[in-house]
């Protein structure tokens, strides 16, 4: 990233922070900052008591999960620090095929989605996740756009799709 060693252990030691260029230069490297908020957080979706995942968004970076959202679908463990993205497939596909939804997440214009489907990870266990509607929260931390979803399960005839939630 351009900078010199005495310089990351200031970073690490807390003394100082990357710029916002410098973090998206090690986000896309693969570290991310962390923080308070983003402790915290991974900590309340691995406790949740529902399927819940944590992503950086645009490829979906899996941050963490739920034991629930493991138990629904165990392979996912896998995909733990990488991107989502390639194993898309239904409604998630969509969305991310989406433009015009891409780009008013990535304004601030859409704070959530709202999504019903049957699965949306082309993972073995594809055929026997049942139907859910997962509510998915956006949010900004240090430049970067994170999404936090939490799903229930719904009767297996319920429409398939999804709603984004903008600011009003």
Same mark, same amino acid.
């Given at each position: 990233?351009?900078?010199?060693?005495?310089?990351?252990?200031?970073?690490?030691?807390?003394?100082?922070? *990357?710029? /916002?260029? +410098? %973090? !998206?230069?090690?986000?896309?490297?693969?570290?991310? *900052?962390?923080? =308070?908020? /983003?402790?915290?957080?991974?900590?309340?979706?691995?406790?949740?008591?529902? *399927?819940?995942?944590?992503?950086? $968004? *645009?490829?979906?970076?899996? +941050?963490?999960?739920?034991? =629930?959202?493991?138990e629904k679908? @165990?392979?996912?463990? +896998?995909?733990?620090?990488?991107?989502?993205? =390639?194993?898309?497939?239904?409604?998630?596909?969509?969305?991310?095929?989406?433009?015009?939804? %891409? !780009?008013a997440i990535? !304004?601030?214009?859409?704070?959530?989605?709202?999504?019903?489907?049957?699965?949306? /990870?082309?993972? =073995?266990?594809?055929?026997?996740?049942?139907?859910?509607? $997962? $509510?998915?929260?956006?949010?900004?931390?240090?430049?970067?756009?994170?999404?936090?979803?939490?799903?229930?399960?719904?009767? @297996?005839?319920?429409?398939?799709?999804? $709603? @984004?939630?903008?600011?009003?």
């Amino acid at each position: 990233v351009g900078v010199s060693q005495r310089t990351i252990s200031r970073w690490e030691r807390g003394e100082d922070k *990357p710029s /916002l260029d +410098q %973090q !998206k230069r090690l986000r896309d490297l693969g570290w991310a *900052p962390t923080g =308070p908020l /983003l402790k915290s957080l991974a900590a309340a979706v691995r406790h949740c008591p529902a *399927p819940r995942a944590l992503c950086r $968004t *645009p490829n979906l970076q899996l +941050q963490a999960l739920s034991a =629930p959202a493991i138990e629904k679908r @165990p392979s996912v463990t +896998q995909w733990i620090g990488r991107d989502l993205a =390639p194993i898309a497939c239904g409604v998630l596909q969509e969305m991310l095929d989406d433009t015009a939804l %891409q !780009k008013a997440i990535a !304004k601030r214009e859409v704070l959530g989605v709202v999504s019903t489907t049957a699965s949306v /990870l082309a993972t =073995p266990e594809y055929d026997r996740i049942g139907v859910y509607r $997962t $509510t998915i929260s956006y949010f900004f931390h240090e430049g970067t756009v994170y999404s936090d979803a939490i799903s229930v399960l719904v009767s @297996p005839d319920e429409w398939c799709g999804y $709603t @984004p939630i903008y600011i009003d």
